[in-house]
């Protein structure tokens, strides 16, 4: 079956007698059991539920997994995955992460005995030269949150293995609909399911999909074991939302794709980071390993101030932390989701304190510009009258 095939032609209800079009939601905490003896297939829902258990039979599936565990949330996921990990082992990291994995590794898990490294990994020399004896884990994000840098995934995970380490991939930006890392060599995947895969912003719910067996077992003892996994309920609608993923990204990203050309040309925007872009300097390699670019931008401005008017006129785009939703967002990273990071480990690793970052959603691309003009107009026109008149032009051309 084709890929969208795949999203919702899936058995939603494995012997149930009625045959439900939709996965029931096993709201039950415990399953009564024939015998004393011996246990049944499900016993407690912090070790299985069938409707958790449907939906992480789709995820390996799309994700071309042996299995995929789903959990609470993203962060919890990532937690998972470093419990594979012991004491004196290192994690390599690309240096633009998302700022709750940067929290994660930097004053979390060195209470574990687990150093991490951060290196650009957008040259994988970098990583040839950094990896070590005690190098378990190389975790990367392509592209990256929030600068959407791209990563060259297939020789990383050479390097990685060369190395006797795992290569793991952040792939929430891109959903397995537009980027299946394991089939270009990676061991373990990993998703935010809270923004792509559910799509509504209604869910918080993370997925680790992993290709070897002995690594599966260990991340479902990881997952029973700590007790993360996640709930009947929001198993059920993130399967919902699962169903609609390729419908959705194939419109947002066209729609990004226009806002992403419409900024370009803009006197009052500075660099625009989009894949998508054939300005983009991983464009073409990100075009080998993935099938789009997805629906996340970013761009400055120049000035702090400017930025934080242009979010703060926004009427279609919500000001919120997280992307991937059917509804269009904006927000400042270094002062919204990398505001863990230090301000100075921003600075090193070029990281601009004015940075937007667009998640478009599925509004009509016409009236997502028009706003967007609308707020360039109005922020550069408090800061310098003749990029503002150029802004209002910009705008004349939107409205014709």
């Known amino acids: 079956m084709k890929f969208s095939t795949k999203l919702v032609r899936i058995d939603q209800c494995p012997e149930d007698p009625?045959?439900?079009?939709?996965?029931?939601?096993?709201?039950?905490?415990?399953?009564?059991?024939?015998?004393?003896?011996?246990?049944?297939?499900?016993?407690?829902?912090?070790?299985g539920n069938p409707t958790r258990s449907v939906l992480e039979t789709q995820l390996a599936d799309i994700e071309g997994a042996t299995r995929a565990f789903a959990f609470a949330s993203g962060l919890a996921a990532l937690t998972a995955l470093t419990r594979l990990l012991k004491v004196g082992d290192e994690i390599i990291a690309c240096d633009d992460l998302y700022g709750g994995t940067y929290r994660l590794f930097s004053r979390i898990l060195p209470r574990s005995g687990v150093?991490?490294?951060?290196?650009?990994?957008t040259d994988p020399a970098n990583l040839e030269r950094a990896i070590g004896p005690r190098t378990r884990l190389v975790h990367v994000e392509t592209?990256?949150?929030?600068?959407?840098r791209v990563c060259d995934l297939r020789r990383l995970a050479r390097a990685a293995h060369e190395g006797g380490a795992?290569?793991?991939?952040?792939?929430?930006?891109m959903s397995p609909y537009l980027q299946r890392p394991l089939e270009l060599g990676a061991?373990?995947?990993?998703?935010?399911?809270?923004?792509?895969?559910?799509?509504?912003?209604?869910?918080t719910a993370g997925v680790v999909a992993v290709r070897d067996k002995a690594l599966a077992d260990e991340l479902y003892f990881i997952q029973n074991g700590e007790g993360a996994g996640l709930a009947p309920l929001d198993s059920f609608l993130l399967l919902r939302g699962i169903k609609t993923l390729s419908l959705r990204l194939d419109r947002q990203q066209a729609t990004a794709k226009k806002i992403a050309e419409f900024l370009s040309r803009q006197p009052g925007v500075g660099r625009v980071h989009f894949p998508g872009l054939a300005s983009h300097p991983g464009a073409e390699l990100h075009a080998s390993q993935a099938s789009g670019p997805g629906s996340v931008l970013s761009f400055e401005t120049g000035d702090l101030e400017t930025s934080r008017r242009l979010v703060e006129s926004l009427k279609l785009f919500s000001i919120t932390v997280s992307f991937g939703g059917v509804g269009s967002s904006a927000s400042l990273p270094c002062r919204m989701s990398h505001a863990s990071i230090p301000a100075e480990v921003?600075?090193?690793?070029?990281?601009?304190?004015?940075?937007?970052?667009?998640?478009?959603?599925?509004?009509?691309?016409?009236?997502?510009?028009?706003?967007?003009?609308?707020?360039?107009?109005?922020?550069?026109?408090?800061?310098a009258p003749g990029t503002a008149s150029a802004a209002a032009r910009n705008l004349a051309e939107v409205a014709s």
């Open 346 to 383: 921003r600075e090193a690793r070029r990281l601009p304190e004015d940075l937007v970052r667009l998640s478009v959603g599925i509004e009509d691309a016409d009236d997502l510009i028009e706003d967007l003009a609308r707020a360039l107009n109005g922020a550069a026109g408090e800061s």
């Open 115 to 121: 150093t991490v490294k951060y290196v650009d990994l």
């Open 166 to 173: 795992w290569l793991s991939v952040d792939s929430t930006a």
């Open 187 to 203: 061991d373990l995947v990993i998703h935010s399911a809270t923004k792509a895969l559910c799509g509504h912003s209604d869910v």
């Open 18 to 47: 009625f045959r439900p079009v939709a996965t029931p939601i096993y709201q039950t905490a415990t399953f009564e059991q024939e015998s004393a003896l011996e246990f049944g297939r499900y016993d407690y829902s912090r070790s």
């Open 143 to 148: 592209p990256t949150n929030p600068l959407l």
